[in-house]
T-cell receptor
């Protein structure tokens, strides 16, 4: 398996634009997570899914953020409209179950100007 | 309130010496602890773990120690190598099928 695959690796966008980050988890993993890494907060959990169902989105900062998992092999994190303070590295991770070792993708570095 | 705390943002160690990275947690329900390593422009990768039924787990140069009464764990790297320079994240979980909770990370620099 190629591991967790995220796209794009880098995204630069203007404030107010819609941004969509994509993730393909490891096949067979039942849990998928979206994390955001910043200097101030470290790795913070935004949302996680079990068996494609969103379980906890309390980490999503605002209504501008939304995430979907239409099937077991694909998830998106959307920011609409984007703001400069959303600039960060966004990681997708998957694991067999929610509380076991998570495998991370390489991340998407988002810059909102 | 942070449930997993890594109070040292950075650490510098000479090559060949021991690196000790520390982590404290507040949630007494945590029973599984992990360390991740992260290089620039890459995602975190799993390094070593320990369950609450143990107080030590060793894997080559890496050893994790758990002190449940103090709610403290540490990662020892002996001997440290320049390739160990990275950000190290401590993480914890409980048996309730809830996600890992991460600390903010400690940046380790191993100086040749």
């Amino acid at each position: 398996d190629a591991g967790v695959i995220q796209s794009p690796r880098h995204e630069v966008t203007e404030m107010g634009q819609e941004v969509t980050l994509r993730c393909k988890p490891i096949s067979g993993h039942n849990s998928l997570f979206w994390y955001r890494q910043t200097m101030m907060r470290g790795l913070e959990l935004l949302i996680y899914f079990n068996n494609n169902v969103p379980i906890d989105d309390s980490g999503m900062p605002e209504d501008r953020f939304s995430a979907k998992m239409p099937n077991a092999s694909f998830s998106t994190l959307k920011i609409q409209p984007s703001e400069p303070r959303d600039s960060a590295v966004y990681f997708c991770a998957s694991s067999p179950t929610a509380n076991t070792e998570a495998f991370f993708g390489q991340g998407t570095r988002l810059t909102v100007v | 309130d942070q449930q997993v705390k890594q109070n040292s943002p950075s650490l510098s160690v000479q090559e060949g010496r021991i690196s000790i990275l520390n982590c404290d947690y507040t949630n007494s329900m945590f029973d599984y602890f992990l360390w991740y390593k992260k290089y620039p422009a890459e995602g975190p990768t799993f390094l070593i773990s320990i369950s609450s039924i143990k107080d030590k787990n060793e894997d080559g140069r890496f050893t994790v120690f758990l002190n449940k009464s103090a709610k403290h764990l540490s990662l020892h790297i002996v001997p440290s190598q320049p390739g160990d320079s990275a950000v190290y994240f401590c993480a914890a979980s409980d048996t309730g099928n809830t996600p890992l909770v991460f600390g903010k990370g400690t940046r380790l620099s191993v100086i040749a």
